[in-house]
């Protein structure tokens, strides 16, 4: 048997699903954030090697998408559930609005577009990662 983290009040397969989905959303934003520093460096190689569907723009808004929901769908319900600081989500928030806010405001392929995504995806990784540690160090949660 594993070890359980549930409290007495909360189900085990909650608990578990948004621990993994916290790991998701956190592997998601680093892989974002390796994509977006590892495009400008392979651009030119990608196709060579039969890997330019990595450049296509739909990969990018589906790695951001899915960050986004991955990201809203563990730190909400942990805030409300478990830990009610507000941390992860101003973390998420500053993040995720960094990434939009870059990929709308910035031109594609600059050095400011590389560094404002991987800044906005590491702040989203933070936030995941944190969540994580309120969720397993709460003292004021109703245990």
């Given amino acids: 048997m594993s070890k359980s983290t549930a409290s007495p009040g909360q189900p085990l397969n909650r608990l578990t699903w948004l621990d993994r989905l916290t790991w998701i959303g ?3 934003s680093f892989v974002c954030a390796i994509h977006c520093l590892a495009m400008p460096l392979l651009i030119g190689v ?17 790695l951001i998408g899915f960050t986004g929901a991955i990201g809203l769908l563990t730190l909400l319900p942990s805030y409300y559930q478990r830990h009610r600081r507000f941390q992860p989500l101003a973390l998420f928030a500053l993040g995720f609005g960094l990434i939009l ?14 560094s404002g995504m991987v800044t906005g995806a590491l702040f989203v990784a933070g936030a995941n990662l944190t969540n994580h540690r309120f969720v397993h160090t709460c003292t004021t949660c109703h245990h």
């Fill in 26 to 28: 956190a592997t998601a």
């Fill in 101 to 114: 806010s870059t990929k709308w405001l910035v031109d594609e392929g600059s050095s400011l577009e590389t």
């Fill in 46 to 62: 990608l196709p060579l090697i039969g890997l330019s569907l990595l450049t296509e723009p739909w990969i990018e808004w589906s």
